[in-house]
């Protein structure tokens, strides 16, 4: 998980960051990343809840726009909200700065969202008429 996921504990709180930079988007490897902190997180029994966050303060982003065009890598944006929204444990997502797209999404998937008052979510796909990507079976724009 370098160079994607930071997982640490507080407690029995684990704390999952993005590191991702410069854009903090939400690559195919940073997906799995989130995914696997998600699965250790929850084999765990002296975590009793888990904190998603941004590395740089922000909160994940967009999906990766390299990936558009194809069918995503597993595990796509569609799987990773599941995965946050059915988790045994409570999850909280810290949201900070701009919270857009597939980002966007996982923060509603979780259980709470605290935000810093200048924390802006916005899903620019209703803006073209399109459902949020997470929302679609094959979780591919396109």
Do not use: W, Y
Request: net charge positive; charged share 20%; glycine share 12%.
């Amino acid at each position: 998980m370098a160079g994607t996921v930071r997982m640490h504990r507080e407690g029995p709180v684990a704390v999952l960051l993005l590191d991702h930079p410069p854009a903090q988007i939400l690559s195919q490897r940073a997906r799995k990343g989130l995914m696997t902190a998600l699965d250790r997180a929850e084999a765990d029994p002296a975590i009793r809840a888990v904190i998603i966050g941004d590395a740089s303060g922000g909160f994940p982003g967009q999906v990766n726009p390299r990936e558009f065009g194809a069918p995503l890598a597993a595990p796509v944006p569609a799987a990773l909200a599941l995965r946050i929204e059915s988790f045994p444990k409570p999850v909280v997502a810290l949201l900070a700065g701009n919270v857009t797209g597939a980002g966007a999404e996982l923060a509603l998937a979780a259980d709470a969202r605290v935000a810093v008052p200048a924390a802006r979510i916005g899903f620019a796909d209703t803006l073209i008429g399109l459902p949020p990507s997470a929302g679609r079976p094959s979780g591919c724009r396109g």
